[in-house]
């Protein structure tokens, strides 16, 4: 499984190409950002109203998708300059937390979805 998206050749490249595209587009990026920001609350509170755990799990794995869209947009202000360093791993450091809760609940979904299959 790869999980450092980093590492991959095509990120870098399609990395260049958007930073060469969004250099005047700052706007719609920062729409972009609160979209896939406000995704990951809204999943988690969709999912919570669901009628199974399985199906509220998969919520939280929308939501824990949207967080890493979320933090690629924020790499890419950064590196086109709209946010400096400091504000970006201050919100990088919050996305962070807000992932290991969100694993965490993952985990406890999945725990709960197995003690269910095991009844």
Do not use: P
Not at 1 to 17: R, Y
Not at 40 to 65: D, M, P
């Amino acid at each position: 499984m790869i999980n450092k998206f980093e590492t991959l050749d095509a990120w870098k490249e399609s990395h260049k190409l958007v930073l060469m595209i969004y250099k005047e587009e700052n706007y719609r990026l920062t729409d972009q950002i609160c979209r896939s920001a406000s995704s990951i609350a809204a999943n988690l509170v969709e999912g919570s109203s669901r009628n199974t755990k399985k199906e509220y799990r998969q919520f939280a794995y929308q939501a824990r998708a949207s967080l890493e869209e979320a933090k690629y947009h924020l790499l890419l202000a950064k590196d086109l300059g709209y946010i400096n360093e400091s504000l970006y791993n201050k919100i990088m450091n919050q996305a962070n937390i807000t992932g290991k809760l969100i694993n965490g609940l993952i985990n406890y979904l999945g725990s709960r979805i197995q003690e269910q299959i095991t009844k």
